[in-house]
């Protein structure tokens, strides 16, 4: 069996919730929603608040494009907290600080639009640092924290397409979880507005990262959803292609 989702325990003081609005109403032109091959503005929008990359360089469609397709693997340059975000709203790298990164890659804080359908992320050639990054040994890997509207169960995790949506408990004094992206589907039920959350996306320190999963699993036994492990790691023919997803230049070698 393998873990699909964990809560984990962090030190969590949430941001004002205005505070937040405000920031991404200011930066919101910043979004990544342009494109409906990355995003769809009718589900989500989300900016950027860290990236390895300049502000400037953020005004640059393709060079923010290939920060998301390549989020696991942006490590050629240094990394920066953007708009100045981490003053304005210090309990984000607070919470950061606070997770498995030895390298963070990129953070983007994220406005529910409507309803997210099943879904799963990433293929194995978008990592090219280090092959074994993909693996179901190192899931759950990627992380949310939810900024608010904590009482709705929206989030759900599914072992296919079509298969029961279960939905877990993220409340306030727990915002913070993992899940599997790769291997298993996610996706979102839209029940109010205003609900945001950050997405966290970086190269995991894989021992605090096990430690910190057992540690859920010892602490919150009954919160982890746990699926059968996939046949083959690499048989990607159950889940729908991201081919036309890639994006092969790379627009900082030019």
């Not at 009718?42 to 860290?50: D, G, H, M, Q």
């Not at 306030?172 to 507005?193: D, I, N």
């Amino acid at each position: 069996m393998a873990i699909a989702f964990a809560p984990l325990n962090i030190d969590v003081k949430l941001p004002d919730i205005n505070t937040v609005e405000a920031f991404f109403d200011e930066h919101r032109n910043k979004a990544l929603d342009d494109d409906p091959n990355l995003t769809d503005p009718n589900e989500f929008l989300s900016v950027p608040i860290y990236l390895r990359a300049s502000e400037e360089e953020c005004t640059d469609n393709d060079i923010l494009h290939y920060h998301f397709n390549n989020r696991w693997n942006t490590l050629q340059k240094s990394g920066n907290y953007l708009y100045n975000v981490d003053k304005i709203i210090p309990e984000i790298p607070h919470i950061i600080d606070q997770l498995p990164y030895k390298e963070l890659t990129v953070v983007l804080l994220t406005l529910q639009q409507g309803y997210i359908p099943p879904r799963y992320d990433t293929e194995p050639e978008d990592v090219y640092h280090d092959k074994s990054e993909i693996s179901i040994k190192n899931e759950p890997h990627r992380i949310n924290v939810l900024l608010s509207n904590h009482d709705d169960h929206n989030f759900f995790v599914s072992e296919y397409e079509y298969s029961e949506k279960i939905y877990p408990d993220i409340p306030a004094s727990r915002p913070c979880y993992a899940f599997t992206e790769r291997y298993y589907w996610h996706g979102e039920k839209y029940t109010k507005p205003k609900r945001y959350y950050l997405k966290i996306c970086g190269i995991l320190d894989r021992d605090r990262h096990k430690a910190m999963i057992a540690e859920s699993v010892e602490k919150w036994p009954e919160e982890i959803i746990t699926f059968p492990d996939p046949p083959n790691e690499w048989l990607w023919t159950r889940h729908f292609s991201h081919d036309k997803f890639k994006f092969d230049r790379n627009p900082l070698s030019d």
